[in-house]
């Protein structure tokens, strides 16, 4: 059987409104790149497309260092080209970004105290002709919310957390994740670490 590529997002994005500011989230992208290690690890290859961490490159994975939403969206349609893919969408993508991005740093006075923001695009509903598997951090309740983004967005499956749980989702090295298909059907797993996480995902993606 042919393996397929691994296109795995990870990190947060930034959206700057000026050199110097933007708008993000404490994404990590520990998540994101234990999937790619063990992606690379068990012999596929792997494209990381990831936004700004302070993470080391796994071996055997070609990596591709975006900032924002939109130059995600473009390395990820590079990156799915030319072999069949497997998009793990573990980025914390901002949704949206300022309207304007001025060319040098604002000054106070230059500031109105309005930002006006416009819709990022987003990367999984996007990004057709591959098989795609999404995550979903919520607070509270994720398995419903979950569900209806796999069929939504056309997903194999969603790996649905609570963020406010101990010990899972941002920065930790730990998560305590759902599957979520779309037919409803949910495999629980307890507290484990994201390398494990990102085991029992390669093997639901190379099970298919
Ligand atoms: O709808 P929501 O943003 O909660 O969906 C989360 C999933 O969608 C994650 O897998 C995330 O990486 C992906 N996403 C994306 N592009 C966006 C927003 C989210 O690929 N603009």
Wanted: net charge positive; proline share 6%.
């Amino acid at each position: 059987m042919r393996l397929p590529r691994f296109v795995v997002t990870a990190g947060p994005t930034r959206e700057h409104l000026d050199p110097v500011r933007f708008l993000s989230n404490p994404s990590t992208g520990k998540m994101g790149f234990a999937v790619a290690a063990e992606a690379a690890g068990r012999g596929c290859e792997t494209i990381l497309v990831s936004g700004p961490v302070a993470l080391k490159t796994p071996a055997g994975v070609k990596r591709v260092d975006v900032v924002s939403a939109r130059e995600m969206c473009a390395a990820v349609k590079e990156a799915v080209k030319g072999a069949p893919a497997v998009l793990v969408a573990t980025a914390a993508v901002a949704d949206w970004r300022p309207a304007e991005c001025a060319g040098r740093k604002l000054k106070k006075r230059e500031m109105s105290g309005t930002l006006r923001l416009v819709r990022n695009p987003d990367i999984l509903k996007t990004v057709k002709g591959v098989r795609k598997i999404g995550f979903a951090a919520e607070t509270g309740a994720p398995e419903r919310e979950a569900a209806r983004k796999c069929r939504e967005k056309k997903l194999e499956f969603v790996v649905a957390n609570d963020v406010t749980e101990k010990g899972a989702g941002f920065g930790c090295d730990t998560n305590r994740v759902k599957f979520v298909f779309p037919d409803g059907g949910v495999r629980e797993f307890p507290l484990m670490s994201k390398r494990l996480v990102a085991r029992r995902i390669v093997d639901e993606v190379l099970r298919a």
